[in-house]
C-alpha cells in the first residue's frame, strides 16, 4: 500500500516547522465488502491515558488549521498541550519499555489531521522513543457529526506495516467511543504486534475503558440480544467486540426501538 503519509509528506519538515506539501488522501475507493473486518476478537488492551478534558483540543486557536493539515499549527497545539508536566504524567503511566508510537493517520471531513502525528512526535522526543508512520487509516469514517447511535457503524479501517513481535501504543487526538483504537488495535494484533497502552490528547474520562466488560455484555444481550445476528451481517463482528462506551450507547440509547431499526436497516444495506 502506498503511504501518502511518507510518499508526499516529509518527517524532517514536520519536525522543524518549516512549510510542508499537504494534500489530500482520498477516501479508500474499495467496497466495504474488500475491506478487512475492523475487529475479529474482543479487546484486550489497557485503559486509554485521557491527557486533557473533552474540548481542549478544539478551544485551541490553531485546532481547526491543525486539523484541516497545517503542520506549523499542529505543532504549536502539541507544544501548548503536551507540556513538560503531561510528559511526565505519560512518563509515570507507561514506565519504561521499549514501544513504538502509532499515531492515528486520518484523512476527517476538514482535511489530514496533523494533531495525532504532532503529539506522537513530541511524545517520542521527551521520551526517547520512535514513530511510526508506516500503519494509516485507509477509508474514512465521517464520524465527528453522527450521533451517539451511528459513530457505532461508522468504521474505522487501518492498513500497513506492523513488526510482529512489536510493542505499540496508540496516540490520538480525540476518545468518545474507542472505535478508532479498537480497529487499530486490531490491526495490529491481526499482524502480530502487542498494543501495550493508548493515548488521547483530550477525551472523556467515562469512556478510557475500551474493555467491554461482562456485565456491560450481558446487559446488551439481555435488551437487544435478538438483533446480535443482524448486527454482525451489518459490522462482520459481534456485541462482544464492541468497546465499553460503544456498547454502553447501545443499551442506553433512546427509543430502544431506534437501536433495533438502525441495526437492520445497516444489515439490509449490507446486502445490498
Known amino acids: 500500500m502506498r503511504n501518502p503519509w511518507l510518499s508526499r509528506y516529509s518527517l524532517v519538515t ?12 482520498e477516501q479508500n475507493p474499495l467496497p466495504l465488502d474488500a475491506l478487512v473486518v475492523p475487529r475479529s476478537s474482543p479487546l484486550n488492551i489497557p485503559d486509554v491515558l485521557v491527557l486533557h478534558p473533552l474540548g481542549a483540543a478544539t478551544s485551541h486557536p490553531q485546532y481547526v488549521a491543525a486539523k484541516a493539515g497545517n503542520p506549523n499549527a499542529a505543532v504549536a497545539l502539541s507544544r501548548d498541550l503536551v507540556t513538560p508536566e503531561i510528559v511526565e504524567v505519560v512518563r509515570a503511566a507507561i514506565g519504561v519499555r521499549e514501544a513504538t508510537l502509532v499515531p492515528v493517520l486520518a484523512v476527517e471531513q476538514c482535511g489530514r489531521n ?63 467511543q474507542g472505535g478508532t483504537f479498537a480497529a487499530l488495535a486490531d490491526h495490529i494484533a491481526r499482524n502480530g504486534g502487542t498494543v501495550v497502552g493508548a493515548i488521547a490528547l483530550t477525551g472523556k474520562q467515562y469512556s478510557a475503558r475500551l474493555r467491554l466488560s461482562g456485565e456491560l455484555l450481558e446487559q446488551l444481550r439481555t435488551k437487544h440480544g435478538d438483533a446480535e445476528d443482524a448486527f454482525r451481517s451489518a ?34 444495506a449490507r446486502r445490498r
Open 14 to 25: 514536520f519536525s522543524f516547522g518549516r512549510q510542508a506539501e499537504i494534500d489530500g488522501l
Open 114 to 176: 496533523m494533531i495525532p502525528l504532532a503529539v506522537a512526535i513530541r511524545l517520542a522526543r521527551a521520551l526517547g522513543m520512535v514513530t511510526t508512520q508506516e500503519i494509516i487509516q485507509t477509508a474514512k469514517a465521517n464520524r465527528s457529526a453522527k450521533s451517539a447511535l451511528d459513530r457505532v457503524f461508522a468504521h474505522a479501517y487501518f492498513g500497513g506495516e506492523v513488526e510482529a513481535g512489536k510493542s505499540y501504543i496508540l496516540i490520538d487526538d480525540t476518545l468518545t
Open 235 to 268: 459490522t462482520g463482528y459481534g456485541f462482544a467486540e464492541l468497546t465499553e462506551s460503544e456498547a454502553r450507547a447501545l443499551v442506553r440509547y433512546k427509543p430502544a426501538q431506534s437501536v433495533r431499526a438502525t441495526i437492520f436497516a445497516q444489515r439490509d
